[in-house]
């Protein structure tokens, strides 16, 4: 039984100046004006990476993005669809859900030429790629107003960015992600994440993928598994449980609200989903970003990642798909913020155990949902 | 030749709550007051440790920390000597320079009881030390106010409370660190710092010590040694060089205005500083403090960490000692905010290039300073 994707439409564009642009849509696309660019200048992107030897990690250097202006009118909207074309966004009006595109002030590109030689250091080009990824037309929106096929359908551009970016031959890992609140310094409100697509594997993933084979290797079967055998049996800090997919504040959760959505069978990449199992993930989201805005009446300022297995070889078994949820708020009005711990050693701290924190957002008034 | 430390008075003493308090001095310590306390009640916490699986890392829980209350008069400076007994603070009057006593609300403790059981996970007491370091009496002032005499009695007493914590047999590594800023939600401006005390090496301090020892291997000398050779011949990212001590913007720096204090002569621990290294030292990390302020002409937020070998055992000579401040403003007014590839993947995206940051920093007015 081979899993096969949700069915969606998607029409390829090139904006003016260049770069890429994808719409997904659950309909039919449909274009109802030109495709725009905010400036017909083409990217002029030179990221570069070099090496830190003590924490044995790149580091990127995109010094074009310092230079990324933001003088339009109040109201301009980048992502909304173009309604002045004397104030063109990044977007055309028409018929479609989804929409994405190639960033103009990337850190990465596949394309970024030789570094220039800096005395007392290597570096090297910066490939890799950065798109952004607008969830939906609605400007006032949020990730969790989308409908369980909006959500699926999201879940499948996800899919399909990641083997693409995989196919082209330079892409090692995906990482897609949506940062927000303007607590935590984003200004656009526009419901929308971002794609990081790296030439190798980073750490968080490395290290993953080394952990759940060491796992594997002790406990004879995927780590995935055992987690939601253990989730279940233990029931206190699951949050929704759908049968193929479910939420769980993790018993090693490292922010006071920090809640997972997995899949119930152990597979490393979305696209692996079958359509069954991807709604069902799909509707667990939803759930639980619901939740998260409920719990304090306030829009939860939050990190969202999605972690999937290294791309350009066969998906490796062990590695655990999964959704993580950071919520920045550990109380009304109080964030967390990483401090000497966190970023000088590696180790949270953190302020209320994950069972307390489950049961208050499993107890979240479904009014308020 | 073996180093000897520079000589400072110190007075052991315990508060009314039965935590311990340690007093240094320039001067011999004189006492003009009782040692008080803001709470007679003795501390219960009971703070442990689960295992991130898929991190390989442990995460701190302590839930008595989230009651800690802040109900004092407008006015009411905890870390200020006791000036009214009707509200104690954590300090008495008298002639000290620095206060080091134990955190009321530690994430860690040395005698944490064993752990409740919990369905699904596992966990273990969270064995360790979390500690106060009161840098002045003086409230209002900054770490950069510090005559440099002080700030080589901090680089001391920080010396040896990881001696002190080291000699206990239960811990094997201490991170010293100082967060300040409202804008990364620092409460108490009077300068302070803080101590952990890990019974365990943390990932980040494992990760420095594999890395040294791999260079060690490679390139046959200490990664201090051809780190502060590299830059002293590139010359370009070098802030101020003392001979036993420099400032430098790493090349592979991780935030914009990201700066090191190093010795020249590579060790592991502040304690194997000589005086004259202690004081250059000193020197340095002043200078650069000072820089920091002074290039936006506000006070920068920042993390500032001192990363020292693992204790409990001979101090490993390939552990590179070193301070690293990490300025939080990548421009007037813009913070830097961990997002989706540093927390997500691990991998940090800088706009500005290291020589560039170096140069500001090395430009800024000296009548600023």
């Not at 970024?112 to 006032?140: I, W």
């Not at 233990?234 to 090693?252: I, K, N, T, W, Y």
């Not at 639980?288 to 066969?314: C, I, K, N, S, W």
């Amino acid at each position: 039984m081979s899993p096969s994707p949700l069915p969606f439409h998607v029409q390829r564009l090139q904006k003016p100046d260049g770069r890429e642009l994808s719409l997904y849509g659950l309909e039919p696309i449909e274009l109802a004006s030109d495709v725009p660019s905010p400036s017909p200048d083409p990217v002029d992107a030179r990221p570069l990476m070099r090496w830190h030897p003590l924490r044995g990690e790149w580091v990127m250097y995109a010094a074009h993005r310092l230079g990324r202006t933001f003088l339009p009118p109040p109201e301009y909207n980048p992502l909304a669809p173009t309604s002045d074309p004397e104030h063109p966004t990044e977007l055309p009006r028409g018929r479609y859900d989804i929409a994405v595109f190639d960033n103009r002030f990337p850190s990465l590109t596949l394309n970024a030429p030789d570094a220039p030689e800096v005395p007392g250091t290597a570096q090297r080009p910066g490939v890799g790629k950065c798109e952004v990824v607008v969830f939906s037309q609605n400007a006032a929106g949020r990730l969790a107003d989308l409908s369980e096929a909006q959500l699926a359908l999201l879940l499948g551009v996800w899919a399909e960015r990641t083997a693409v970016l995989g196919d082209t031959g330079k892409i090692r890992s995906v990482l897609a992600f949506e940062n927000r609140g303007v607590e935590v310094g984003v200004t656009l409100h526009h419901p929308h994440g971002q794609l990081y697509a790296y030439d190798h594997v980073p750490p968080v993933q490395a290290t993953m993928l080394a952990q759940a084979k060491q796992w594997r290797t002790e406990h004879g079967e995927a780590w995935l598994s055992s987690f939601v055998a253990a989730e279940r049996e233990a029931g206190v800090r699951v949050l929704r449980d759908e049968g193929h997919a479910l939420s769980v504040v993790p018993p090693f959760a490292r922010y006071t609200y920090e809640t997972w959505v997995v899949p119930a069978r152990p597979v490393g990449l979305l696209s692996q989903l079958a359509p069954d199992e991807t709604l069902a993930f799909a509707r667990v989201l939803k759930d639980a970003l619901l939740r998260l805005d409920a719990l304090f009446g306030v829009r939860m300022p939050y990190l969202l990642t999605v972690h999937q297995a290294p791309v350009g070889e066969a998906p490796d078994p062990d590695f655990p798909l999964h959704i993580e949820i950071y919520p920045y708020l550990r109380a009304p009005g109080r964030l967390k913020f990483l401090a000497g711990t966190e970023q000088g050693a590696g180790e949270f701290a953190n302020d209320k155990f994950p069972e307390v924190s489950a049961r208050e957002l499993r107890e979240v008034a479904l009014e308020n949902l």
